[in-house]
């Protein structure tokens, strides 16, 4: 990561690689009632970065559709039936039954479809039997086909007898345009010998496939002509998509032209597999395939395997392990019932996510991330809902992401503010970290809390208080630590701007705290100003948890911090971006 680096007077500081610069804009609120919460008259637009959810435009019914995952369920014990349940999964795809497969170096196979089965029954998931893990070797080694019919015959028997009720499919390969052997013909031909196979013993239970490795719409071309030739397409059609979230959309409407073309019935689809080696675990870029799921109508999707057995797709930190970040976007998902809404993320930026309004009509529930810097919420639609009136209840709450494999205890909240209804609409603005993931919950009316009020404001790495630069009170005086005193010039008054953001007042001057030139640079200083409606002037207190907060500025999406991480007296005080060090934790105490 890189740290501020200290250069001599006039010349310029080096910005981090890959910091995204972030546009401010506005939230286009008017409160019709004294004391609500209003966006920022100076904000100007923030169409750029505003993710838009019509709440009068429904998608079609909560289903969790994106929740589950290769191998997520390691046997009828792991993990808990209670971490399990909490996110309501959908399917989960699993081991062939009595198979043998070692993914990943694992030592022993795990994750039998039928040990599961019971497990996943009581969180309410379906089971995919992946029908090829009945062989140890990744890529598969073929044997022979008496071996692999006589392998078919022995899962099919039994799954028939097992009497699981939630077996959604067999699986009869995976990934065959890399793991398929020629020396067994081609993929097309086995396919249909084996679905014929399977339907000798089951006539009932779906087909899956063909479960390539990612989108390829000449080789699905071929399958799905040669499948509707011989008789055996698959009931539900499959791919993966482990190369990231962006093209979900083009591959769902390829496919779907393509089915129409070759004179196919409408078929669910399964993205058995979703997710790269360095999204899983972290909610920011999680939430995007969620929402591209959901808004592309596909039918279920599971997290990918990259890591262990019973991790439910590596939301927890190991086997049967506790919740990483990613938990709590999923769990966020798992509460959401009723209808999914329609949603449109901005074009320019990472900004994206999905949306419900609860079965009683009285809740909008948004989940969102991806992101960096200054964005909003824009919620519309909200007048055609008869729970809701002229005043909203606005919670705004995180879940951050500190790796796969560390453990969070669960979401820290950012706001609570009651929202003016203006046009049917309001407008939340949020200052996002792309890896983070966000929950937006809107209820009618309500009480909302504040932390407006006078602080002494104390660095966690350094123990010492946001201060002026020998107690000034000029306009332009630089912003510093100091140690801890009584003195006004470390007394700051947070004054609510509306919509969660706040002024922080120097109450020895009366000047706001600020960033020279309004700067939206990584390593720009703070100083204390006058009042000019200027958005550097704006600041977002989020919770991080034991009393401390991250100061966000508004204008740039970075937070306050210490340069260097010093813990020297007169150190100053800049904006960097959010790389988790303890220089950018505050603590308010109240004066």
């Known amino acids: 990561m890189n740290r501020p680096i200290t250069l001599d007077p006039g010349r310029h500081r080096r910005r981090p690689s890959g910091r995204l610069a972030a546009t401010l804009g506005t939230a286009a609120l008017v409160a019709a009632t004294a004391g609500l919460t209003t966006a920022p008259a100076h904000a100007d637009s923030l169409a750029a970065t505003t993710l838009v959810v019509d709440a009068s435009r429904t998608l079609h019914p909560v289903a969790h559709a994106a929740s589950g995952g290769l191998y997520g369920l390691a046997d009828a014990s792991t993990p808990s039936d209670s971490l399990v349940s909490a996110l309501k999964p959908n399917t989960f795809v699993q081991m062939a039954p009595g198979g043998s497969q070692l993914p990943n170096g694992e030592p022993k196979p795990a994750g039998d479809a039928l040990v599961v089965a019971s497990k996943a029954a009581r969180a309410g998931a379906k089971v995919v039997v992946r029908m090829p893990d009945w062989y140890p070797n990744f890529p598969y080694k073929w044997v022979s086909w008496s071996d692999w019919l006589s392998a078919v015959d022995k899962q099919v028997t039994a799954v028939k007898s097992s009497g699981a009720g939630n077996i959604s499919a067999y699986e009869p390969w995976n990934e065959p345009d890399w793991t398929w052997n020629s020396a067994a013909g081609s993929f097309n031909d086995g396919w249909a010998r084996t679905v014929k196979q399977i339907r000798t013993k089951d006539t009932s239970t779906p087909t899956q496939g063909p479960s390539y490795s990612s989108w390829n719409q000449s080789a699905m071309q071929q399958f799905l002509s040669a499948a509707k030739a011989s008789g055996t397409l698959p009931d539900i059609v499959s791919w993966h998509e482990l190369g990231g979230s962006q093209n979900i959309a083009s591959h769902v409407a390829a496919y779907r032209s393509l089915e129409s073309s070759l004179g196919i019935s409408a078929r669910p689809i399964s993205i058995e597999e979703y997710g790269t080696t360095s999204e899983v675990g972290v909610p920011g870029p999680l939430v995007s395939y969620v929402a591209k799921f959901e808004r592309a109508g596909v039918h279920d999707a599971e997290l990918a395997f990259w890591n262990h057995y019973g991790t439910l797709g590596d939301t927890l930190t190991d086997t049967g392990g506790s919740p990483n970040g990613s938990y709590w976007l999923y769990k966020w998902y798992g509460d959401m019932s009723g209808n999914m809404l329609t949603t449109t993320p901005p074009a320019q930026t990472g900004i994206d996510g999905a949306a419900a309004l609860s079965s009683d009509g009285k809740q909008v529930s948004v989940i969102f991330g991806g992101g960096s810097g200054s964005s909003a919420v824009t919620v519309n639609g909200l007048g055609s809902l008869s729970a809701f009136g002229s005043t909203v209840h606005v919670k705004l709450e995180y879940t951050p992401s500190k790796g796969r494999t560390t453990a969070v205890s669960g979401p820290l909240t950012v706001s609570e503010s009651d929202y003016a209804v203006s046009n049917g609409s309001v407008t939340v603005p949020v200052t996002t970290n792309a890896t983070d993931g966000y929950h937006l919950v809107i209820t009618p009316g309500g009480s909302g809390t504040s932390l407006a009020g006078t602080y002494q404001v104390t660095n966690k790495n350094s123990g010492m208080a946001l201060d002026t630069q020998n107690a000034g009170t000029a306009q332009g005086t630089a912003v510093v630590q100091a140690a801890a005193g009584s003195g006004s010039s470390q007394t700051w008054t947070l004054t609510s701007a509306g ?93």
Do not use: C, E, F
């Open 499 to 591: 919509s969660g953001l706040y002024k922080i007042v120097n109450k020895a001057s009366g000047l706001l705290l600020g960033i020279t030139d309004a700067s939206t640079s990584a390593g720009a200083t703070a100083l204390i100003w006058g009042d000019n409606g200027t958005n550097d002037h704006l600041w977002q207190p989020i919770s991080a948890g034991s009393g401390y907060y991250k100061l966000a500025n508004y204008n740039s999406g970075l937070l306050l911090g210490v340069t260097d991480m010093s813990t020297a007296t007169g150190a100053r005080v800049l904006q960097w971006d959010d790389n988790g060090t303890d220089d950018h934790l505050w603590k308010l105490t109240s004066r």
